[in-house]
């Protein structure tokens, strides 16, 4: 084994030690729970290491990083989710490789997404992302719909060709009344996918979690966890 791949075995060691730590403690079985490696600002040689030992789900939040970074990879059997900000122009990329967009957060997108995945011939998962610090009817300051912005939405993914509404995403807010209140923020959203789950029953996926805050996730009731630095070491630097 070489050093990076022992470093990424140790590393994905402790990560499945603190998942199942938090899911027994929140008496929940372990394989309630998708690990979702980010691996953003990594290349393809480490997302080929983390196949070998094991992941299945990866996730890029930029196209033009994602694009190459998928097409190398294209052999694998790999899940890869899209969790970054969207614009338009960048959707039929996104589409050609991504299983699971995560950043679902306006109607606008909505129409893109359908449009290019219905071009493709493919199915397209889609996730509302959720701010839950933005006011009624804005965005978020990292992406993302007001709690009220939810139902329309859902309604438009549900409705659109070539897209599957899987359920909801969130990132901790920074500021809000959920700035620094991790679980709280994960509870607030557990409780509107339980509300989205009454009128479509099949989107009970729950994205909330990262490096930092993982084990609140758990305890609230995620159905997948987003881990990057945890995984693959501290990021470098861009730019």
């Known amino acids: 084994m070489t050093d990076r791949a022992s470093e990424l075995a140790e590393n994905l060691h402790n990560v499945e030690t603190r998942i199942a730590s938090a899911c027994a403690a929140a008496g ?32 890029e939040n930029r196209d033009q990083d994602a694009a190459p970074k998928a097409a190398a990879c294209a052999d694998l059997s790999l899940t890869w989710h899209f969790v970054g900000q ?76 070539g897209l599957r509404l899987d359920g909801l995403m969130t990132v901790a807010p920074l500021a809000g009344p959920y700035a620094n209140r991790e679980r709280a923020a994960f509870e607030r959203l557990l409780e509107l996918s ?24 758990v305890t609230a009731g995620a159905t997948h966890v987003r881990v990057g630095t945890a995984v693959l070491g501290v990021r470098p630097r861009l730019g």
Not at 126 to 144: C, F, P, T, Y
Not at 194 to 215: I, Q, T
């Open 28 to 59: 929940r079985n372990r394989d309630e729970v998708t690990l979702i490696v980010v691996t953003k600002t990594y290349p393809a040689s480490d997302v080929r290491l983390l196949h070998e030992l094991g992941v299945r789900h990866v996730a």
């Open 86 to 161: 969207l614009q338009t122009n960048k959707v039929r990329s996104v589409v050609g490789y991504a299983d699971v967009v995560q950043s679902v957060d306006r109607l606008k997108l909505v129409s893109a997404l359908s449009a290019a995945a219905v071009r493709a011939e493919r199915e397209l998962g889609a996730l509302i992302q959720v701010a839950l610090d933005a006011d009624s009817g804005a965005r978020g300051e990292r992406g993302g719909v007001a709690p009220d912005g939810i139902e329309e939405l859902a309604a438009a993914v549900a409705e659109a060709p």
């Open 194 to 217: 339980s509300l989205l789950r009454a009128a479509h029953p099949a989107a009970n996926m729950v994205s909330a979690g990262m490096s930092a805050d993982l084990e609140a996730a």
